[in-house]
């Protein structure tokens, strides 16, 4: 092996990236963009969960809420990650919870079954595990907390919880939980990453510009790559649907039909997304480098690991704006809820208002490609 | 198309990228008919002269028409745009390259299928219209690329050097193409910094740095050098000769 030979070869690698200050950038960014989320999702600096006290022993139905409950309600207060609101009736609060506005109600348990076994009430949406574990933990030492006692073992499993928005109450499994994640990732993944190097290719082999020079309009062009993605992107929909469902044995609660949908308004985002920012970059290798700027933070901040709810709220704004974030909710509310059209029509319009605007991108950088 | 004499118009026409002036009042008229070659070295403004035609750049300044229409999507249809490097879809054949092509060009699926076997006919393809264009010489490719802007027929062939790459014999049988659709009523310009091919052209226009230096048949513009074309060119470019 001659030194010379591969210093050379290092020093043309050196070069190169010197004179692509993009990819400079890229490198710089893109690991401190990560990094950034990772460290505020991995730390405890995230907002509480909302939760209210009802009194177990007015109602078994739940139906009065907050008396007499002062000591259990402190301890709750006093638990990490947790926030207790006030709701007038039980109710209310569930009919919150069905909209995203509490995230659970607990009971406080009648007299004689504080001690000497812990049995208390948990009232959430359960189509989440990450947000009904917290609320249960905490339920859990707050009961302790405000017996005086610490637990005894077996005592957590002494909690029941009612899940309002799954059909059947069974907390989801975690395939079930993951599966709407899944197919979210690899739509949008699948159809980014394609059509922005298809695109980049039209652009560097010269059909675009033959395309541009023929009578094709720019929303023939856009629709034209929309319909030839759109097939393989429900295939592929439909792939991990059908090997989570048939051999991971998670469920669809909801209509199939409302699945798809929500994969093709969200695929007409992405390969507008994929058009417009194969025009930011000179080749593949660049390409590559938008997968994680775009993808990552949509993962990370997007519900499909961490609640969103949770979130620093400027952090949910802009979670707010992510495709990602609306097509898992509304898958979750599909096929876990077993949600119909009205349950996910605010994720729809979202998703819906997405892909126009990424259409009027796409219009916008092709307009500038043409006389 | 609308009936007129000139092919393309092009009065005062300016482009420019950042600093570089590409076109700086750039005369030409091109007759219906004819072939007429851009002559010129690299980057005197022949490609972005040809991308304006084609409706693919507008121009900053000046006027320019293609049988008396702004060059744009009205045009398109009357124009065949064959580009520097083969633009194709490599993974494709030929014949689907042309079927696609052909169907941007709204060409009715029966007129596609006759063009197909025409056009590879005329390039020299017939055998290998289904390999993959990949699979291709570069010499094919140009020639398949040829192909691809003669699909829907157009009354203005826009050839931007379209013999790079092309063996001295297929370069040969390629002018002799070109000659036999201008007899056919084709117009074509032809851009080239090859002078032996200026030579074949009905005109010829030296071009450079973003202006037509003066038009004329290969043996009026070739006269002032006393010589060859090329010295021609360079007595033009240099001042020693006067445009005509």
Redesign the interface.
């Known amino acids: 092996m001659r030194r010379a030979r591969v210093g050379a070869l290092a020093a043309r690698i050196v070069r190169g990236f010197r004179r692509d200050p993009r990819t400079l950038a890229l490198l710089v960014i893109v690991p401190l963009v990560v990094m950034a989320l990772i460290g505020y999702m991995l730390s405890d600096d995230r907002e509480p969960l909302r939760v209210a006290v009802a009194n177990g022993e007015s109602n078994e139905t739940c139906g009065a809420i907050v008396s007499d409950t002062g000591t259990f309600r402190d301890a709750l207060a006093q638990q990490p990650g947790i926030e207790v609101v006030e709701v007038t009736t039980c109710d209310e609060g569930i009919a919150k919870i069905e909209t995203g506005d509490l995230e659970g109600i607990v009971e406080y348990p009648v007299i004689e079954q504080r001690n000497p076994i812990a049995t208390t009430r948990v009232i959430v949406a359960g189509t989440d595990p990450r947000i009904e574990e917290p609320i249960v933990r905490a339920a859990t030492y707050a009961l302790a907390a405000a017996r005086g006692s610490p637990l005894e073992a077996g005592e957590i499993a002494n909690v029941t919880v009612d899940r309002v928005d799954v059909p059947d109450g069974e907390r989801p499994s975690t395939i079930t939980y993951s599966a709407p994640a899944l197919i979210t990732v690899f739509a949008f993944l699948f159809t980014f990453m394609l059509t922005s190097v298809a695109f980049l290719r039209e652009r560097s082999?010269?059909?675009l510009?033959?395309?541009?020079?023929?009578?094709?309009?720019r929303a023939e062009i856009l629709s034209g790559y929309l319909f030839g993605f759109l097939g393989f992107a429900a295939i592929q929909a439909l792939l991990v649907l059908a090997y989570s469902t048939l051999v991971l044995h998670a469920r669809i609660e909801g209509a199939l039909w409302l699945v798809l949908l929500v994969i093709a308004i969200l695929v007409i985002g992405c390969v507008n997304l994929g058009i417009t920012l194969s025009f930011f970059a000179r080749n593949e290798l660049q390409v590559i480098q938008f997968i994680p700027l775009v993808l990552l933070p949509q993962v990370f901040l997007g519900g499909l690991f961490w609640p969103t709810v949770t979130l620093w709220p400027p952090l949910q704004w802009l979670s707010a704006l992510f495709p990602v974030t609306h097509a898992v909710s509304a898958l979750r509310e599909v096929m876990i809820a077993g949600g119909g059209f009205a349950d996910v029509a605010r994720d729809l319009a979202a998703l819906l208002a997405f892909a126009l605007a990424m259409v009027a991108l796409g219009v916008w950088v092709l307009r500038g490609?043409?006389? | 198309m609308i009936a007129t004499d000139l092919a393309i118009r092009s009065s005062e026409l300016a482009r420019s990228f950042g600093d570089v002036h590409a076109l700086d009042g750039f005369d030409l008229e091109v007759r219906t008919g004819e072939i007429l070659g851009l002559v010129g070295p690299n980057g005197a403004g022949k490609t972005t002269f040809v991308?304006?035609i084609?409706?693919?750049?507008?121009p900053d300044d000046g006027d320019v028409e293609v049988f008396g229409r702004r060059?744009?999507?009205a045009t398109?249809?009357d124009?065949g745009?064959m580009?520097?490097?083969?633009?194709?879809?490599?993974d494709l054949s030929l014949r689907e390259n042309l079927g696609f092509?052909g169907r941007?060009?709204?060409l009715p699926r029966a007129r596609v299928i006759e063009r197909i076997a025409e056009l590879a006919a005329l390039v020299h393809l017939e055998g290998d219209e289904d390999r993959p264009v990949r699979t291709l010489s570069g010499g094919q490719r140009q020639l398949a690329n040829l192909s691809?802007?003669m699909v829907h027929e157009p009354t203005l062939l826009l050839l931007d050097e379209p013999t790079v790459g092309i063996d001295p014999v297929l370069r040969r049988s390629l002018w002799e193409r070109f000659a036999t659709l201008r007899d056919a009523g084709t117009t074509i310009l032809v851009t080239t910094h090859v002078m032996e091919e200026a030579t074949r052209c009905d005109r010829v226009a030296f071009v450079n740095a973003g202006e037509v230096l003066t038009v004329g048949t290969p043996d009026e513009v070739g006269a002032p050098g006393e010589g060859s074309i090329e010295d021609a060119f360079l007595a033009f470019r240099d001042g020693r000769a006067e445009p005509s």
């Open positions: 082999s010269g059909t510009e033959r395309l541009l020079a023929s009578p094709i309009t490609q043409r006389a | 991308r304006v084609a409706g693919l750049l507008a060059p744009g999507r398109a249809s124009v745009y580009t520097q490097a083969a633009a194709l879809y490599e092509f941007v060009y709204g691809c802007a």
